[in-house]
């Protein structure tokens, strides 16, 4: 059976490789996990963090980087989910 900890680094590795995701989302979700971690925060915690974030960008849902996005953007994110 593979720890949570072992679909975390296997999940982290799969997002740097993703083409389908901007290079800046990419470094920002996995600065992001690597904070949570840091702080303590249970791998299967950062899973739940790290599924949403990935898929709002493989959805088409983001299509810039996150720091362009505005209020608008993100509820419009928010409403769709």
Same mark, same amino acid.
């Given at each position: 059976?593979?720890?949570?900890?072992?679909? #975390?680094?296997?999940? +982290?590795?799969?997002?740097?490789?993703?083409?389908?995701?901007? +290079?800046? %989302?990419?470094?920002?979700?996995?600065?992001?996990?690597? $904070?949570?971690?840091?702080?303590?925060?249970?791998? %299967?915690?950062?899973?739940?963090? #790290? $599924?949403?974030?990935?898929?709002? %960008? +493989?959805?088409?849902?983001?299509?810039?980087?996150?720091?362009?996005?505005?209020?608008?953007?993100?509820? $419009?994110?928010?409403?769709? $989910?």
């Amino acid at each position: 059976m593979v720890s949570a900890d072992e679909r #975390l680094e296997k999940y +982290l590795k799969r997002l740097e490789d993703d083409k389908r995701i901007l +290079l800046s %989302n990419r470094r920002r979700i996995i600065d992001f996990i690597e $904070s949570r971690k840091a702080k303590g925060k249970a791998a %299967n915690t950062c899973l739940k963090y #790290l $599924s949403p974030l990935t898929q709002i %960008n +493989l959805c088409g849902w983001v299509t810039e980087p996150f720091e362009k996005l505005t209020k608008k953007d993100i509820e $419009s994110i928010v409403t769709k $989910s």
